[in-house]
């Protein structure tokens, strides 16, 4: 999923930076400027990722511990 969306990023990135117009006389365009915007772009776009896998792995341990609750037997619970 990530290896599409980088891509992406980078497409939008690019047509941001080139639909701005310039007010001078002469257009300036900072490539190392805009390659880093694009990395911070990609890891953002990782932490993202991370963020989804950590969520369904907690929701996946709150799913097996609700299994676990209800296969314990009622006497156990009220002590």
Do not use: C
């Not at 939008?12 to 900072?30: K, L």
């Not at 932490?47 to 097996?64: E, F, G, P």
């Not at 037997?73 to 009220?78: D, R």
Request: aromatic content about 6%; overall charge positive.
């Amino acid at each position: 999923m990530r290896y599409r969306l980088i891509p992406a990023v980078m497409v939008v990135a690019f047509t941001v930076s080139a639909s701005q117009s310039a007010h001078a006389q002469w257009a300036v365009y900072d490539g190392a400027n805009h390659v880093e915007n694009v990395l911070i772009a990609a890891r953002t776009l990782q932490q993202i990722d991370n963020q989804i896998t950590s969520l369904a792995n907690q929701a996946q341990m709150l799913v097996n511990q609700g299994r676990n609750l209800a296969s314990l037997p009622l006497s156990t619970l009220s002590t």
